[in-house]
């Protein structure tokens, strides 16, 4: 029986506006909801003379219930909810960016960081790349995901120093009163006027008459492929990889033999790297299926790894090595949210894609600790090196192994 969608070519006139407000809002959301942490994190430190430990455990709270609400995210998205989730949640962010303003007590910080890791969730890239696949159909999502992280790159470039003379100026207290507006007054107004329900792409209607599956059904469906679960050991292990080597890149940097300056110079690569990477996944392979592109761009990742295990200390040397580790990142953050429609299923993008990014998201909150207590316990950062080339060779691993399954 025929399972050939019919009606689904979205029209393309008019997400011009669409993308550009979404890729502003996405630079403020990235910028306030997620860069600004460690400095305001710091700015505290000093003032309330509350220990690391304590403030970055806040965040991993945050994050880990991050992933216990990708997938409701996701599916309330695949129902049209898109413009009340993000909006909403954009409120939310702004108020609760408040009440950190005025914290005194380690109870209320952990409170207000579970409530912003949440809201993540529903204000990063994935409920945005849900919110494209639904306007335009999963299938002809590419440009919009690719344009949007060409924005997104730019978050940390435009709010780290933003954040950073605030706190200079207006002190922490005052620096989150600014971030709260950012949210509640720009960020939301922009996702709710930018996205609308009725502009959506037609719901698909099968040949033989039948409905596309949707929420848990979809998933449920999805997990029956073996291209679902490849997917899922190469997310779970680039997120370990990934946020082990973000988290421990300064200190790891040091050890191996660079001064300070030098480090700051190796990590400001990164940054213009991912965008350059990007650019050029438009530039030279704007048609390329995504599973030729991931399986091209993981193996990047474990040599990496390997590079900065036997680089000299050189900032040249390691420079380099964190431009391609840069470029590579860029990259693959596009093959994730193209990844589902093209090797597991067009069927329900917010939920199989949610139920994706939760996992991801728990690795990610708890790897960084891993990766601390293994230094403390082997007295190096060789041993954490050696963990996270481990992971990006799995992540190499599901991710060919979902390319060779995914249907054709």
């Not at 860069?35 to 220990?51: H, K, Q, T």
């Not at 291209?227 to 973000?246: D, K």
């Not at 293994?374 to 481990?390: E, H, M, N, P, T």
Request: charged share 10%; aromatic share 10%.
């Amino acid at each position: 029986m025929s399972q050939r969608p019919l009606g689904v070519d979205a029209q393309a006139a008019g997400t011009g506006w669409f993308i550009t407000a979404l890729g502003i809002a996405q630079i403020c959301s990235w910028g306030t909801l997620f860069y600004g942490f460690p400095l305001i994190a710091e700015a505290m430190r000093g003032d309330l003379g509350w220990s690391k430990p304590v403030l970055y455990g806040a965040a991993t709270l945050g994050v880990v219930l991050a992933s216990m609400a990708a997938y409701p995210v996701g599916a309330a998205i695949d129902r049209g909810r898109g413009r009340y989730i993000m909006a909403g949640a954009s409120v939310l962010a702004g108020l609760l960016l408040l009440a950190w303003s005025q914290v005194e007590e380690v109870t209320a910080f952990y409170v207000v960081l579970a409530g912003l890791g949440m809201l993540q969730a529903a204000t990063l890239y994935e409920p945005a790349f849900a919110v494209i696949a639904r306007r335009v159909g999963p299938l002809k999502a590419r440009g919009g995901i690719t344009a949007l992280t060409l924005w997104g790159g730019f978050a940390s470039t435009v709010f780290i120093p933003v954040i950073q003379l605030l706190i200079e100026t207006q002190g922490w207290r005052g620096a989150l009163v600014v971030m709260a507006g950012v949210n509640g007054l720009l960020c939301a107004s922009l996702y709710f006027l930018a996205i609308n329900p009725a502009r959506d792409s037609p719901a698909p209607v099968y040949e033989d008459g039948s409905a596309p599956l949707s929420g848990r059904r979809a998933v449920a469906a999805a997990m029956r492929r073996p291209s679902y679960w490849g997917l899922m050991l190469a997310w779970v292990s680039y997120a370990a990889a990934f946020s082990s080597l973000t988290y421990h890149l300064y200190p790891l940097l040091l050890e191996r033999g660079l001064d300070a300056a030098g480090v700051v110079a190796v990590m400001a690569v990164i940054g213009p790297a991912q965008v350059a990477g990007r650019i050029a996944i438009r530039m030279l392979a704007p048609a390329a299926p995504v599973r030729v592109i991931g399986s091209a761009v993981v193996i990047v990742f474990p040599l990496a790894a390997a590079a900065l295990a036997f680089a000299p200390p050189s900032v040249l040397v390691i420079g380099a090595v964190a431009a391609v580790y840069g470029a590579a990142n860029g990259m693959i953050t596009i093959v994730r949210g193209l990844a589902v429609p093209e090797m597991v299923s067009r069927e329900a993008y917010g939920a199989v894609s949610g139920s994706l990014t939760g996992p991801m998201n728990f690795m990610q909150a708890l790897a960084p600790l891993a990766a601390a207590l293994l230094w403390q316990a082997s007295g190096g950062y060789g041993a954490v090196l050696a963990a996270i080339f481990v992971g990006a060779l799995s992540l190499c691993l599901g991710f060919w192994f979902a390319a060779l399954k995914a249907p054709r």
